[in-house]
Protein backbone atom coordinates (compact mmCIF):
# COMPACT_ATOMS: atom_id res chain seq x y z
CA UNK A 1 0.00 0.00 0.00
CA UNK A 2 1.40 3.11 -1.50
CA UNK A 3 -0.01 7.01 -0.85
CA UNK A 4 1.86 10.65 -2.00
CA UNK A 5 -0.32 13.51 -0.91
CA UNK A 6 0.02 16.01 -3.91
CA UNK A 7 2.27 18.49 -4.65
CA UNK A 8 4.38 16.88 -2.12
CA UNK A 9 7.75 14.65 -2.86
CA UNK A 10 6.89 12.81 0.89
CA UNK A 11 5.87 9.13 0.35
CA UNK A 12 4.05 6.89 2.96
CA UNK A 13 4.02 3.03 2.08
CA UNK A 14 3.55 0.07 3.83
CA UNK A 15 4.62 -3.19 2.84
CA UNK A 16 3.29 -6.58 4.89
CA UNK A 17 4.51 -10.17 4.59
CA UNK A 18 3.34 -13.56 6.45
CA UNK A 19 3.46 -16.53 6.60
CA UNK A 20 2.27 -18.90 9.01
CA UNK A 21 4.67 -21.92 8.71
CA UNK A 22 7.76 -22.42 6.73
CA UNK A 23 9.85 -25.17 5.47
CA UNK A 24 13.30 -24.06 4.71
CA UNK A 25 14.64 -27.90 3.70
CA UNK A 26 13.84 -31.42 5.28
CA UNK A 27 14.75 -30.65 9.11
CA UNK A 28 14.60 -27.04 9.64
CA UNK A 29 10.99 -25.45 9.60
CA UNK A 30 10.23 -22.59 11.49
CA UNK A 31 6.65 -20.66 12.25
CA UNK A 32 4.59 -17.32 12.00
CA UNK A 33 7.08 -15.44 9.79
CA UNK A 34 5.98 -11.61 9.47
CA UNK A 35 7.68 -8.60 7.86
CA UNK A 36 6.12 -5.18 7.94
CA UNK A 37 8.46 -2.05 6.38
CA UNK A 38 6.76 1.26 6.65
CA UNK A 39 8.57 4.32 4.98
CA UNK A 40 7.53 7.63 5.75
CA UNK A 41 9.52 10.47 4.50
CA UNK A 42 13.43 9.93 4.64
CA UNK A 43 12.80 6.78 7.13
CA UNK A 44 11.69 3.18 6.87
CA UNK A 45 10.85 1.17 10.10
CA UNK A 46 11.15 -2.04 9.56
CA UNK A 47 10.32 -5.32 11.72
CA UNK A 48 10.86 -9.01 11.24
CA UNK A 49 9.82 -11.81 13.61
CA UNK A 50 10.19 -15.65 12.83
CA UNK A 51 9.80 -18.52 15.78
CA UNK A 52 11.11 -22.06 16.33
CA UNK A 53 8.72 -22.77 18.95
CA UNK A 54 10.40 -26.90 19.43
CA UNK A 55 14.01 -25.57 20.04
CA UNK A 56 12.16 -22.16 22.00
CA UNK A 57 13.76 -19.92 19.47
CA UNK A 58 11.75 -16.73 18.45
CA UNK A 59 13.33 -13.65 16.65
CA UNK A 60 11.24 -9.92 16.67
CA UNK A 61 13.94 -7.80 15.19
CA UNK A 62 13.02 -3.83 14.93
CA UNK A 63 15.22 -2.04 12.75
CA UNK A 64 15.22 1.50 11.52
CA UNK A 65 16.89 2.90 7.86
CA UNK A 66 17.80 6.46 6.91
CA UNK A 67 17.68 7.86 3.72
CA UNK A 68 20.25 10.51 2.78
CA UNK A 69 21.05 12.48 -0.32
CA UNK A 70 24.83 10.76 -0.54
CA UNK A 71 24.24 8.28 2.77
CA UNK A 72 21.69 5.50 4.06
CA UNK A 73 21.92 4.61 7.72
CA UNK A 74 20.63 1.12 9.17
CA UNK A 75 20.30 0.44 12.50
CA UNK A 76 19.11 -2.86 14.68
CA UNK A 77 16.51 -1.20 17.51
CA UNK A 78 16.05 -2.95 20.86
CA UNK A 79 14.66 -6.14 19.98
CA UNK A 80 13.79 -9.55 21.33
CA UNK A 81 16.02 -12.44 20.37
CA UNK A 82 15.84 -15.86 22.02
CA UNK A 83 17.85 -18.73 20.93
CA UNK A 84 17.26 -21.99 23.13
CA UNK A 85 15.45 -20.20 25.86
CA UNK A 86 18.52 -17.64 26.10
CA UNK A 87 17.68 -14.18 25.69
CA UNK A 88 20.56 -12.32 23.27
CA UNK A 89 20.96 -8.75 23.52
CA UNK A 90 21.71 -6.26 20.59
CA UNK A 91 24.32 -3.58 20.88
CA UNK A 92 21.98 -0.05 20.78
CA UNK A 93 24.88 1.97 19.33
CA UNK A 94 25.00 -0.09 16.34
CA UNK A 95 24.94 1.42 12.88
CA UNK A 96 25.55 0.21 9.17
CA UNK A 97 26.26 2.90 7.09
CA UNK A 98 26.19 2.69 2.85
CA UNK A 99 28.16 5.27 0.96
CA UNK A 100 28.40 5.26 -2.49
CA UNK A 101 31.87 2.92 -2.31
CA UNK A 102 31.91 1.43 1.47
CA UNK A 103 29.99 0.34 3.94
CA UNK A 104 30.71 1.35 7.38
CA UNK A 105 29.89 -1.00 10.32
CA UNK A 106 30.00 0.25 14.24
CA UNK A 107 29.06 -1.48 17.43
CA UNK A 108 27.33 -4.49 15.64
CA UNK A 109 27.23 -6.29 18.58
CA UNK A 110 24.87 -9.17 19.76
CA UNK A 111 25.71 -10.96 23.20
CA UNK A 112 23.94 -13.41 25.92
CA UNK A 113 25.95 -12.28 28.94
CA UNK A 114 28.54 -14.64 28.57
CA UNK A 115 28.48 -15.30 24.49
CA UNK A 116 29.75 -12.05 22.59
CA UNK A 117 29.90 -11.69 19.14
CA UNK A 118 30.97 -8.27 16.84
CA UNK A 119 31.92 -6.82 14.22
CA UNK A 120 33.04 -3.21 13.41
CA UNK A 121 35.27 -1.80 10.25
CA UNK A 122 35.03 -0.17 6.51
CA UNK A 123 34.30 -2.89 3.49
CA UNK A 124 34.45 -2.02 0.08
CA UNK A 125 34.76 -3.51 -3.16
CA UNK A 126 37.07 -0.67 -4.50
CA UNK A 127 38.84 1.00 -1.32
CA UNK A 128 40.57 -0.43 1.67
CA UNK A 129 38.70 -2.77 3.43
CA UNK A 130 39.45 -3.75 7.11
CA UNK A 131 36.78 -5.34 9.43
CA UNK A 132 37.55 -6.30 12.96
CA UNK A 133 35.41 -9.18 14.52
CA UNK A 134 35.59 -10.35 18.14
CA UNK A 135 33.51 -14.50 18.93
CA UNK A 136 33.96 -14.93 22.43
CA UNK A 137 32.37 -18.02 24.30
CA UNK A 138 30.02 -18.74 20.96
CA UNK A 139 28.24 -22.48 21.81
CA UNK A 140 28.42 -23.97 17.86
CA UNK A 141 25.06 -25.97 19.70
CA UNK A 142 23.62 -22.00 18.61
CA UNK A 143 23.74 -23.31 14.92
CA UNK A 144 21.53 -26.10 14.92
CA UNK A 145 18.85 -23.70 14.58
CA UNK A 146 19.57 -22.91 11.15
CA UNK A 147 21.89 -25.92 10.29
CA UNK A 148 20.34 -29.72 9.99
CA UNK A 149 23.93 -31.01 11.42
CA UNK A 150 24.37 -30.78 14.93
CA UNK A 151 27.92 -29.02 15.97
CA UNK A 152 28.89 -28.58 19.78
CA UNK A 153 31.93 -26.64 20.97
CA UNK A 154 32.75 -23.11 22.05
CA UNK A 155 34.57 -20.55 20.00
CA UNK A 156 36.58 -17.86 20.88
CA UNK A 157 38.00 -15.81 17.62
CA UNK A 158 39.48 -12.01 16.87
CA UNK A 159 40.85 -11.21 13.48
CA UNK A 160 40.36 -8.93 10.92
CA UNK A 161 39.17 -9.16 7.26
CA UNK A 162 41.29 -6.46 5.04
CA UNK A 163 42.30 -5.71 1.58
CA UNK A 164 44.43 -2.31 0.59
CA UNK A 165 41.72 -2.44 -2.66
CA UNK A 166 39.34 -3.61 -4.85
CA UNK A 167 41.99 -5.79 -7.27
CA UNK A 168 43.01 -7.82 -4.25
CA UNK A 169 41.59 -10.96 -2.83
CA UNK A 170 40.09 -9.90 1.15
CA UNK A 171 42.15 -11.63 3.32
CA UNK A 172 41.20 -13.01 6.87
CA UNK A 173 43.72 -13.11 9.73
CA UNK A 174 42.32 -14.85 13.19
CA UNK A 175 43.57 -16.18 16.22
CA UNK A 176 40.93 -19.33 16.76
CA UNK A 177 40.13 -21.60 19.63
CA UNK A 178 37.24 -24.19 19.41
CA UNK A 179 37.21 -26.32 22.96
CA UNK A 180 35.36 -29.28 22.69
CA UNK A 181 34.35 -29.21 19.19
CA UNK A 182 32.21 -32.10 18.18
CA UNK A 183 30.00 -33.34 14.97
CA UNK A 184 27.12 -35.23 14.90
CA UNK A 185 27.75 -35.86 18.58
CA UNK A 186 31.02 -37.05 18.22
CA UNK A 187 34.17 -35.34 19.72
CA UNK A 188 36.73 -34.26 17.18
CA UNK A 189 38.43 -32.56 19.99
CA UNK A 190 40.47 -29.02 20.97
CA UNK A 191 41.55 -27.18 17.91
CA UNK A 192 43.43 -23.77 18.32
CA UNK A 193 44.78 -21.94 15.10
Excluded at 98 to 117: C, H, M, P, V
Amino acid sequence: DASKPPGSLDVLALLQLQSMRQAWNEEISTEGLSIEAIWSQNDIAGTFQIEQKENHNRARIKSLVNLKKDTIDFRILPSDVVVFDTYWNINRDNRVRFLKDKWIIDALELNNGSQFLSMDGELSDSLLTQVNFEIVKFDLLNLSTISPRIFGGVVDANGRISRSNGAQPLRIESDLSIEALSFEEILIGNLEG
